[in-house]
């Protein structure tokens, strides 16, 4: 079956404009993660999304990134004002919405994200 | 402080051997770990998860948790060059409302298999 896409697999973008990353999780599945992951560095939690609400946007750099869901599906992360820190993979991930938060995550293809 | 810890490598093993990676944890409250393996340029794929103390075999590989000394780890049996790429131990620190997840990733254990 189909695993999570993501879309654009690669982005390059000048200082200070906006650019938007889309995610498609695996159907059924309700729970999505948003992860940031810097050349040579582990993994950072941005946002999780159950069905269309954002419980925890605890990860989300600055105000300069925002995030929303609708339908239930397909996620869309914005960064406004980009800024060269912001140059990593951007990561989308999704689960099954199990009682205990036990179900495992499944990773997308990734948005590499480029800012000059 | 760190919350997941792992050696972060490069650990060699000669082709067939068995490869063991240790992850450890400061929270004792977590109750689901998982193993992902990442090639390099690639998205983190998962290999295994373990809830319960003890064993759990899948194929060539095997978890091992144990919740008391907080520690999980994955061994490789008849590791393959193919088996080489960085191996990420993350576990659940935090639920988040009742299917919520947040998972701590490690660093990451660069695993080379050598032939």
């Known amino acids: 079956g189909a695993g999570v896409s993501q879309s654009p697999s690669n982005k390059v973008t000048e200082k200070g404009k906006d650019v938007e990353l889309r995610c498609d999780p695996i159907?059924?599945?309700?729970?999505l993660y948003w992860y940031r992951q810097s050349l040579g560095q582990g993994l950072e939690f941005l946002i999780y999304f159950q069905g269309n609400s954002a419980p925890d946007k605890s990860g989300l750099p600055s105000d300069r990134f925002s995030a929303e869901r609708t339908g239930g599906s397909v996620s869309t992360l914005t960064i406004q004002r980009t800024q060269q820190e912001d140059s990593a993979v951007y990561l989308c991930a999704s689960s099954l919405s199990l009682s205990g938060g036990t179900g495992p995550q499944y990773f997308g293809p990734g948005t590499r994200l480029l800012v000059l | 402080q760190k919350e997941v810890e792992q050696n972060s490598g490069p650990l060699s093993v000669p082709e067939g051997a068995i490869a063991s990676l240790n992850c450890t944890y400061s929270?004792?409250?977590?109750?689901?770990f998982f193993w992902y393996r990442q090639y390099s340029g690639k998205s983190p794929e998962l290999i295994m998860f373990i809830y319960s103390n003890g064993d759990k075999e899948d194929g060539r590989f095997t978890a091992q948790l144990n919740k008391a000394s907080q520690y999980v780890s994955l061994l490789i049996r008849d590791s393959q060059p193919s088996d080489s790429a960085t191996y990420l131990c993350a576990v659940n620190i935090e639920n988040i409302g009742e299917y919520g997840n947040k998972l701590v990733f490690g660093a990451g254990t660069i695993l080379r298999v050598k032939s």
């Open positions: 929270d004792r409250g977590s109750q689901s």
């Open positions: 159907s059924g599945h309700t729970a």
